[in-house]
């Protein structure tokens, strides 16, 4: 088990930045792919942004490409995700998510959110 704590949300304007964290606790950090989705207003949740347990290979959507990147420090047990250029179609609650899989699929440790806001 392992159990998810996200920080770092808040309101931005259009075109500005924000860095999410997300600290691990339970059983070790560096056997999980972590990942980050998010759910706006009455839709779905989505995949935003994926890596693997060294931390080399990352999936982003193609909605985020570019302007998002998410990383990892195993000595820290924390996960982020920078996100520049923001707009407000990124407007949504955002989870930090493990699998003990691969970064594509069995995300199944998830945090509580946190919401982002990106108004004028």
């Known amino acids: 088990q392992v159990q998810l704590v996200e920080s770092g949300g808040g309101l931005v304007q259009p075109g500005g930045s924000l860095r999410l964290s997300c600290v691990a606790s339970g059983r070790a950090f560096s056997s999980y792919a972590m990942g980050w989705f998010r759910q706006a207003p009455g839709k779905g949740r989505e995949f935003v942004a994926g890596?693997?347990?060294?931390?080399?290979?990352?999936d982003y959507a193609e909605s985020v490409k570019g302007r998002f990147a998410i990383s990892r420090d195993n000595a820290k047990n924390t996960v982020s995700l920078q996100m520049n250029s923001l707009k407000p179609e990124d407007t949504a609650v955002y989870f930090c998510?493990?699998?003990?899989?691969?970064?594509?699929?069995?995300?199944?440790?998830w945090g509580q959110g946190t919401q982002v806001t990106v108004s004028s």
């Open positions: 890596l693997s347990r060294n931390g080399i290979t990352t």
């Open positions: 998510a493990a699998s003990l899989t691969s970064l594509y699929t069995g995300y199944n440790y």
